[in-house]
């Protein structure tokens, strides 16, 4: 049964972990966090808390250790949102205070959690292909090269370097944007690379080099169109104690690597290891790891999804909060009626 003292004692333990990393023993509950309970009592709680599953023994310590269903049991019962009002402004104006594009927005959120957690987070774009094509700009760099930069109704970007040489000028690459923009301008990305064919004899009579810059454009919607991921913070791994294990280091990057598995893993995740705190936030937990998403939405049909990845062994109170509030700042700034829609 849990009682009111011994939901305490689990409390102090996860805090303390957290913290140190190191298993917890009564000693150190009775001096650090002064229970004013004796040693004999706190050792039969842990043991209680041990047979409920909540706590774990180490193999080289008499302490104890969150399990898994232990802090699946602290974030759906205990866990408390520590973001003070002056960080929460902080966050609002570092994405507020810079003319920022919604792809740098993003990307500058993921910066702003691995900063703030010391752990590595992630950022699934929104589907480019569900977006529609608004523009395409040409910016000469140098005599011998340019950008052309794709963009959407929602302001999402994608560039494609040229080089020029003696058979391609940079009026080609004007002339071939502008056909783009005249003919294609309104279209969903996906449709995109189908479209462009319709437009190929156009481009065959105005640009010399036509077949070169049809494909560099084809390529370039393409791309546009595939998962767009962002990860800041992957070093921060390397300061966790629980990743000295490589294996373990190499499972997280496996999980990293693919995109598809996050846009899936509330819903395939086992319901004893998976939490859903919110219509946008969950947590899911895979051999010893942690995995917190949150997502934000930028219209009716058009979402992203911050992550942060780290060991079970993470500060929920603070990171839950801290995604959540970064996922909102998003929406309110760059989401239907935001001031940077």
């Not at 393409?222 to 966790?240: I, P, W």
Request: glycine residues 4%; proline residues 4%.
């Amino acid at each position: 049964m849990l009682t009111p003292r011994r939901i305490e004692i689990f409390k102090a333990i996860v805090d303390e972990f957290v913290q140190t990393a190191e298993p917890v023993g009564s000693k150190t509950l009775m001096e650090k966090y002064q229970l004013p309970y004796s040693s004999a009592t706190i050792r039969n709680d842990m043991m209680v808390l041990e047979e409920m599953g909540l706590l774990e023994k180490t193999h080289t310590s008499s302490g104890r250790v969150p399990s898994t269903k232990g802090y699946k049991f602290y974030c759906e019962h205990l866990m408390e949102h520590r973001v003070d009002n002056q960080l929460e402004v902080a966050v609002r104006q570092q994405l507020a205070s810079k003319p920022l594009n919604l792809d740098d927005a993003i990307r500058e959120s993921c910066n702003i959690l691995s900063q703030m957690t010391n752990l590595t987070s992630g950022v699934l774009g929104p589907d480019a292909s569900r977006q529609r094509l608004e523009h395409v700009k040409l910016f000469p760099i140098s005599n011998r090269s340019a950008v052309a930069v794709f963009i959407t109704d929602l302001g999402h970007t994608e560039n494609r370097t040229f080089q020029f040489d003696d058979d391609l000028s940079v009026e080609d690459i004007q002339t071939c944007c502008q056909i783009l923009n005249d003919r294609l301008k309104g279209t969903l990305i996906k449709d995109v690379v189908d479209k462009m064919d319709s437009i190929k004899p156009i481009l065959a009579a105005h640009v010399k080099r036509h077949e070169m810059l049809f494909q560099a454009f084809v390529n370039a919607f393409v791309k546009f169109a595939s998962e767009n991921v962002y990860f800041s913070g992957q070093n921060n791994m390397l300061y966790q104690p629980e990743f000295a294990d490589i294996e373990k280091l190499k499972e997280l990057m496996a999980m990293m690597e693919n995109p598809s598995l996050w846009r899936q893993i509330g819903t395939t995740a086992n319901p004893e290891l998976a939490l859903k705190m919110n219509e946008n936030a969950q947590l899911v937990w895979v051999n010893d790891m942690a995995v917190v998403t949150s997502k934000f939405k930028l219209g009716s049909d058009e979402e992203g999804q911050l992550m942060v990845f780290g060991p079970s062994r993470m500060d929920y109170d603070r990171i839950v909060s801290l995604l959540e509030l970064v996922s909102q700042s998003i929406e309110s700034l760059y989401g239907k009626g935001g001031s940077h829609e």
